[in-house]
Each structure stands twice: as C-alpha cells, then as structure tokens.
C-alpha cells in the first residue's frame, strides 16, 4: 500500500533556481513529515521535519510546507545549487510508523 | 564520531540460500531500524529495537526473515531461505530515542545490497 507517493521521480532545475519537490499521503492520522537526501552508494540523511501543527518550517534554504485539508507537502530549495543535486524522499508517519515516498531524483545544472 | 557501520555492502546469492547481514549503530543509539529498499521504491521498516527488545515487526515477513540484537548493541539481519524479490538494499539506523521525534536524529549506514539469482 503506497500511502505516500512522490509521483514525479525526476526533476532538473538550473543552478540559483528554485527546486519544488513534493509528496502526497493518504494516512490522515500521520502527524510527522520529513525529507531526507539521499547520495548515492550511501544511506539517507536526514535534511527537515515538519508536525502536523505547523504549516511551515524553514532551515536555511530548504523549506518545507504543510496542507493539512490535501494531505500534500512539498519542500523548497532556494536558491538551488549543484551540490543538491541527490534523490530526495519524503516521510510521513505516527509514533513508530513511519513511511517513505519512492524518491524524486533531482539534478541541479550549473 | 563513527557512523553506522554495516557489512557486507554487496552480496549475491542464489535462491533458497540463506544470507546474513550486520549492523552496528552509533555508540550509545538505543534505536536500531532495519530497512528493505527495492530499486524504485522508497526504503520499508522491516523491524525497530529499542536496545535489545523490538518495538515494532509489523512489516518483517516472519516466514523467512528474522532478526536478533542480543546485547541492545549491534544486530543481525537473515533472510532463510532468499527468494528473488529479496533482491533489495537493505539499510540499517540508529537514534538516540524512539517516537516521532526521533526520526529527525536517525542516522543511515550505507546499506547491503542483496543480489538474489
């Protein structure tokens, strides 16, 4: 069961542009969204999190926005730069259940 | 301060053949996770210990799949016996803590990739 999807797996933007990625879920119970970077031939790493009272959290030039009433929240990279260029995947989850989107892939041109 | 450390980082098996994997966290993490990811999916919790007592199996195909974390310190993964969409990295985290908040500090190995013929 995929309740949390990333429908595009790719994205290409140019260098000091702005990156959207974003994620959908379905579980209305999940109170706790995250994204995590991901390089290859290494493990996740943990990038924002967001609860589910809040709409907004921001961290240097990543953002992460929250909508509640369309169960969607999408992260923001402003401006984008060449070194963030990695698969980036969204969490979402209660307690100890959490779940992971399949991944956007996403290159950064210089 | 070292990582999660995990080993073997590549292995290909045949099916029906039995295979372990090991993980060991960041000293003084009471949380151990073990993740399946299948090429093109995002990564699955398969179990999570809190030391050495699991807090959550749900997701671990109990048939052939089992895992054990005796001291609360490092764990093992085995798949017994392999089958062909066993095929998949296989991440291992830590935390300090567990709940929610907890996922903000967990920390990724770099993974086993599991290659099953």
């Known amino acids: 069961d995929q309740q949390v999807k990333q429908n595009s797996p790719s994205l290409s933007v140019q260098e000091g542009r702005i990156s959207i990625l974003n994620c959908d879920y379905t579980?209305?119970?999940?109170?706790?969204f995250l994204w995590y970077k991901k390089y290859p031939a290494e493990g996740p790493t943990f990038l924002i999190s967001?609860?589910?009272?809040?709409d907004k959290n921001e961290d240097g030039r990543f953002t992460v926005f929250l909508n509640k009433s369309a169960k969607h929240l999408s992260l923001h990279i402003v401006p984008s730069q060449p070194g963030d260029s990695a698969v980036y995947f969204c969490?979402?989850?209660?307690?100890?259940?959490?779940?992971f989107g399949a991944g956007t892939r996403l290159t950064v041109k210089p | 301060e070292a990582g999660v450390a995990q080993s073997p980082r590549y292995k290909i098996i045949e099916k029906r053949q039995s295979v372990a994997f090991w993980c060991n966290p960041i000293s003084g993490h009471a949380t151990l996770y073990w993740y399946q990811q299948i090429l093109g999916q995002g990564p699955k919790l398969l179990i999570q210990f809190q030391n050495n007592g699991v807090v959550d199996d749900s997701q671990l195909p109990k048939d052939r799949f089992s895992a054990e974390r005796l001291k609360g310190v490092d764990s093992t993964l085995k798949i017994q016996p392999a089958k062909l969409e066993d095929s998949a990295v296989y991440l291992c985290a830590s935390s300090l803590g567990t709940g929610t908040a907890s996922y903000n500090e967990q920390f990724f190995g770099p993974g086993t990739r599991l290659t099953v013929l």
């Open positions: 967001i609860s589910s009272i809040k």
């Open positions: 969490a979402a989850g209660s307690n100890n259940d959490m779940r």
């Open positions: 579980n209305s119970m999940f109170d706790y």
